[in-house]
């Protein structure tokens, strides 16, 4: 059981049942780009055995301990969720992966990767969930966690930006994200596999094309491009393909706080009685939303990576693009 900060419980841990659970029935894999570093890396997602849940394990790094994927191992990042193991295996962008998973029903999962971020792909988590249909799913018998019950509200604030997680009847995820080009847009959705599939895999990042040019003349998001990212120039997206939906910013808003309630445990198909509502939240405030309702003790800052995700091996800088009609 763990308490907020004004010492009221605000999640029961999970408990064992005996459940049906579901891996991919066999590895499958791909090539991409880190969004932030501009590595480019190979990944496998692997089938695993009942009970063991979702975790990372770095390739590249010899010895390398498979990092679960919980909310104790979250570090502070702005734009990314960062997982560190026990060992100091740093895996950066996790958020599309983890809702794949989740969006796919997947328990138990081994991705490994040969670099320090899960590869972008176009921006959003449908190619994975894509990669997880083409492998297919297996079941498995065993005892899994039955997912934490959240028994009071939370809510963590930083300037104009919040994130509101509480027990609710009629589970939902509700977003709100303000961008210069758009204004505000607002997405909400029930906590329901087959709407959340839907209505979230296909939801991509968005970014001032301004802002992106200018982060990279300081060595930040390396490997952003029109390929991964629905950048703004002006009302209009430089992307061919423009907007999949004329809400998708908030609808990668909720996105990412689907993959935020994995980090918390239980069954993928039977996801929390809660309502998570984020007000122009980034991964960073998420992160802090979890480890306030978890009681998990802050991390000291120097542990909390930079804004620019650190660069190990060769870094491959993708053009950023433009639409020419």
Excluded: Y
């Excluded at 990767?113 to 083409?134: K, R, T, Y």
């Excluded at 200018?214 to 029109?226: I, M, N, P, T």
């Amino acid at each position: 059981m763990s308490k907020n900060r004004d010492d009221r419980m605000v999640v029961l841990a999970s408990e064992p049942v005996p459940a049906v659970q579901r891996t991919l029935r066999h590895a499958i894999g791909c090539v991409g780009v880190g969004r932030h570093s501009g590595a480019r890396v190979a990944l496998t997602l692997h089938p695993a055995p009942a009970g063991s849940g979702i975790s990372f394990r770095r390739t590249d790094r010899a010895g390398a301990q498979p990092v679960p994927a919980a909310a104790r191992h979250l570090v502070p990042s702005e734009h990314a969720f960062v997982l560190v193991g026990e060992d100091g295996s740093r895996i950066a962008s996790v958020e599309h992966v983890l809702a794949a998973l989740a969006l796919t029903g997947i328990d138990n999962a081994l991705i490994e990767l040969n670099g320090p971020e899960v590869p972008a792909m176009d921006g959003s988590a449908q190619p994975f969930v894509f990669l997880i249909e083409c492998a297919g799913v297996a079941s498995e018998d065993g005892v899994c966690t039955s997912g934490p019950a959240v028994l009071d509200a939370v809510e963590v604030r930083h300037g104009t930006a919040r994130a509101r997680l509480a027990p609710a009847e009629r589970p939902q995820l509700a977003s709100t994200v303000t961008l210069p080009e758009l204004g505000s847009v607002a997405h909400r959705v029930a906590l329901q596999p087959e709407t959340l599939r839907h209505e979230l895999a296909g939801a991509r990042h968005s970014a001032s094309l301004a802002d992106i040019l200018a982060g990279q003349e300081r060595g930040l998001w390396r490997g952003v491009s029109v390929r991964n990212t629905v950048l703004f120039d002006g009302a209009v997206p430089t992307n061919e393909e423009g907007l999949r939906f004329g809400d998708e910013p908030a609808r990668h808003g909720n996105l990412l706080a689907l993959a935020a309630l994995t980090l918390l445990g239980g069954p993928a198909g039977s996801p929390p009685a809660v309502e998570l509502v984020t007000e122009e939240a980034d991964c960073g405030l998420l992160a802090e939303l979890l480890r306030r309702a978890l009681a998990l003790p802050a991390l000291p800052a120097a542990e909390a990576p930079a804004q620019a995700m650190p660069i190990e091996g060769l870094a491959v800088r993708e053009p950023l693009g433009a639409r020419t009609s």
